[in-house]
């Protein structure tokens, strides 16, 4: 059974940092691509940043481009989103996803299986 | 950026009933586009992708369809659990965009 589940999530002041975690198992995680997808309270879906199974591949939406680092480490099943300079728009439910269907075009997938999403609040 | 436009916002319907959802896209995707179904508090779920392509668990029930830049979902008989939000999501190049998303509703 694939599980994502994501940690790291919390309140932090405006200008602050985080760095979200995914753990990922149940399936082949260092051949596929991962993505971050938020989710602002109440509002639709985000996709924030993507990387590809070797990391050679690294995309980030602008409206986080410079301030978030998506990585991975494929030895630990790992996924990670370093977020910083933090602003009140970040807050949001991120989700870890993977890419395990239909391929991928320039850091662009579709999202098979999520996590259960962690919640970033960025209020002073 | 591709814009995804959704409609209709909200759709009332009963169970039993069949429901067809649109999504269109401001310029071609081709057939590289996906739909999720969102019940609250949980995360999406994938149930599309390549426009027709069932993803893996997803009832017969659930069908999608079109190219280019006109999109459905079509629910051919609603169930209880099929009331939630459905958003449309392309990737046909960077960055990936999901519509506004349709509210279906038990009327």
């Known amino acids: 059974e694939v599980q994502l589940v994501e940690s790291g999530g919390g309140l932090v002041k405006p200008g602050g940092s985080l760095r979200l975690s995914c753990a990922a198992s149940g399936f082949t995680f260092s051949i596929y691509s991962m993505n971050w997808v938020r989710q602002a309270p109440g509002k639709g879906l985000e996709w924030v940043s993507s990387?590809?199974?070797?990391?050679?591949?690294?995309y980030h939406a602008d409206s986080v481009k410079g301030r978030f680092t998506i990585s991975r480490d494929n030895a630990k099943n790992s996924l990670y989103l370093q977020m910083n300079s933090l602003r009140a728009e970040d807050t949001a439910v991120y989700f870890c996803?993977?890419?395990?269907?239909?391929?991928?075009?320039?850091?662009?997938?579709?999202?098979?299986?999520w996590g259960q999403g962690t919640l970033v609040t960025v209020s002073s | 950026e591709i814009v995804l436009t959704q409609s209709p916002a909200t759709l009332s319907l009963s169970p039993g009933e069949r429901a067809t959802l649109s999504c269109r896209a401001s310029?071609?995707?081709?057939?590289?586009l996906a739909w999720y179904q969102q019940k609250p508090g949980q995360a999406p779920r994938l149930l599309i992708y390549h426009a027709s392509n069932r993803a893996t668990g997803i009832p017969a029930r659930f069908s999608g369809s079109g190219s280019g830049t006109d999109f459905t979902l079509t629910i051919s008989s609603l169930e209880p659990e099929d009331f939630a939000v459905y958003y449309c999501q392309h990737r046909s190049n960077w960055p990936p965009v999901f519509g506004q998303g349709t509210k279906l509703e038990i009327k």
């Open positions: 310029q071609s995707v081709a057939i590289y």
């Open positions: 996803a993977s890419s395990t269907v239909g391929q991928c075009n320039d850091g662009s997938c579709y999202a098979d299986y």
């Open positions: 990387i590809s199974s070797t990391s050679i591949h690294i």
